[in-house]
């Protein structure tokens, strides 16, 4: 599947998103082609990932697909996915989709940050496959506290604020993020 998303990607042009959605992997197939060393905590977050009872208030009944570009290696997407995928099972009329970064560049470098090809991105599609919302590469309040300390804290002291923060976050701020997204607002 995931081979053909890169097809639908012509120029500069508007992107595709029902072809890339068509090309693009379930949370299922993603954690099932994730690298063993990865898919183990991918597994045990989504065990214990819950969607929040207010996420389908937040919807409103609107039709909403999420298409996160990622990678299973990623500290970010491991602890905000999941919850994702949750909110797609239980919420009445919203899914994911998940493309690779690395095998879809031209799409990933229309969504940097700061130039950056930080993952993971959250595109939020309406019934008609149009942007209407993106989300990335973490909870604002996370990226905010994440670029203060980038050059004050070392790598694995940051990395374990990082989880820490995730840990107790529980998801709801990347859930309430996402799906405000489609607002204009965080």
């Not at 905000?80 to 690779?100: K, M, N, Q, Y």
């Not at 990395?159 to 820490?164: H, M, P, T, V």
């Not at 529980?170 to 996402?178: H, I, M, N, S």
Request: aromatic share 8%; proline share 5%.
């Amino acid at each position: 599947m995931e081979s053909s998303v890169q097809d639908v990607v012509t120029g500069a042009g508007p992107l595709d998103f029902e072809g890339i959605w068509e090309g693009a992997l379930t949370f299922e197939q993603f954690v099932a082609q994730a690298r063993p060393e990865h898919r183990a905590l991918w597994e045990g977050i989504y065990r214990h990932a819950r969607s929040p009872e207010w996420a389908v208030d937040l919807v409103g009944g609107r039709r909403l697909h999420l298409l996160a570009i990622t990678e299973d290696w990623c500290m970010d997407t491991s602890n905000t996915i999941p919850f994702l995928a949750r909110v797609a099972e239980s919420v009445p009329g919203v899914d994911l989709r998940v493309i690779l970064r690395d095998a879809n560049p031209a799409i990933m470098d229309r969504y940097l940050t700061h130039g950056a090809r930080a993952i993971p991105v959250v595109l939020v599609l309406d019934e008609n496959f149009a942007e209407v919302g993106r989300w990335g590469p973490r909870p604002s309040e996370l990226q905010a506290w994440v670029m203060a300390n980038k050059d004050v804290l070392p790598k694995v002291e940051r990395l374990r604020e990082q989880r820490k923060w995730y840990a107790r976050d529980r998801g709801e701020t990347t859930v309430r993020e996402v799906l405000n997204s489609v607002n204009g607002k965080r």
